[in-house]
């Protein structure tokens, strides 16, 4: 008996590359990626910034304003791939209220508060930059009457005061924060109009050790301005400018008193 023949089969050889390549492209038709910064672990541990997880915005005064705060990333897998498109290139781009409402989360309840700003136009604008979504939208200008340059000027030296010079003096934190403090007086109805704080005061009273160090032809103490925002906290307060210290004369050399029953100014 003859031996049998082995049958063998044709077939056709595979080509393992297209087949890659096929898998791949149903692969990306079937999740399409989304573009993601890279994020420290530090900054994904902390839930303002998370892009893995939802955040829950605190209601500050009525239930209506509570609303979820969606990761990053799983608003970018939601939007349309046109607005994803034009957010690669833009910094920002328009978007619809349906679309927000679709994709954003922006509840009626949310978007009463829009309209009541009176936006000039129905589209709302979104942006994508350092890792955080914003929504923004654009509303009518202010009359002209507010902005004029001499309304600006008379209010703007009412609150926050004239330009003054400090000279030499190395003292510019002193003068900031006497500066802060008597606009923000000003502005809670403490002062009518801006007076400027003794930045003398504060320059010897910050730092009492670190002045009576300073023995060379300035006592000027070149402080932090978080020393002397807690010293203004923590003390009884800042006495008002002497018109000495105004003047051309001023010297930082020469002590600046506390006289009984001066009014003084604090941050509580």
């Known amino acids: 008996m003859p031996p049998k023949k082995k049958q063998i089969s044709i077939q056709?050889?595979?080509n393992k590359k297209k087949g890659k390549k096929k898998a791949k492209a149903r692969k990306k038709s079937a999740c399409p990626p989304v573009k993601k910064r890279e994020f420290t672990q530090e900054e994904l541990d902390d839930p303002l910034f998370s892009d893995e997880e939802?955040?829950?915005?605190?209601?500050?005064?009525?239930?209506?304003t509570y609303m979820i705060k969606h990761g990053r990333s799983v608003i970018l897998a939601k939007i349309p791939d046109d607005v994803k498109r034009r957010l690669k290139n833009k910094l920002s781009t328009a978007i619809t209220v349906k679309c927000a409402e679709e994709n954003l989360g922006l509840t009626w309840t949310r978007l009463k508060h829009v309209i009541h700003t009176e936006p000039v136009d129905d589209n709302l604008r979104l942006s994508d930059s350092a890792?955080?979504?914003?929504?923004?939208?654009?509303t009518p200008q202010l009359p002209e009457s507010f902005l004029s340059d001499e309304e600006t000027g008379d209010l703007m030296t009412k609150v926050a005061g004239f330009i003054r010079d400090q000279g030499q003096h190395e003292m510019c934190c002193f003068y900031a924060?006497?500066?802060?403090?008597?606009?923000?007086?000003?502005?809670?109805?403490?002062?009518?109009?801006?007076?400027?704080?003794?930045?003398?005061?504060?320059?010897?009273?910050?730092?009492?050790?670190?002045?009576?160090?300073?023995?060379?032809?300035?006592n000027c103490d070149e402080c932090s301005f978080y020393s002397a925002l807690k010293f203004a906290k923590e003390?009884?307060?800042?006495?008002?400018?002497?018109?000495?210290?105004?003047?051309?004369?001023?010297?930082?050399?020469?002590?600046?008193?506390?006289?009984h029953g001066e009014r003084t100014f604090k941050i509580k």
């Not at 890792?131 to 654009?138: A, F, V």
């Not at 006495?239 to 000495?244: F, I, Y």
């Open 177 to 218: 924060l006497s500066d802060l403090i008597s606009s923000s007086a000003v502005l809670h109805g403490q002062l009518e109009q801006y007076e400027p704080l003794s930045e003398m005061y504060i320059c010897q009273n910050a730092d009492p050790q670190e002045y009576a160090r300073l023995k060379g032809d300035h």
């Open 131 to 138: 890792g955080y979504l914003h929504m923004y939208w654009r």
């Open 54 to 64: 939802d955040v829950e915005c605190e209601p500050p005064r009525d239930k209506d």
């Open 12 to 14: 056709k050889p595979r």
């Open 235 to 259: 003390s009884r307060g800042i006495p008002l400018a002497t018109a000495k210290e105004m003047s051309d004369k001023f010297s930082c050399k020469e002590r600046r008193k506390f006289l």
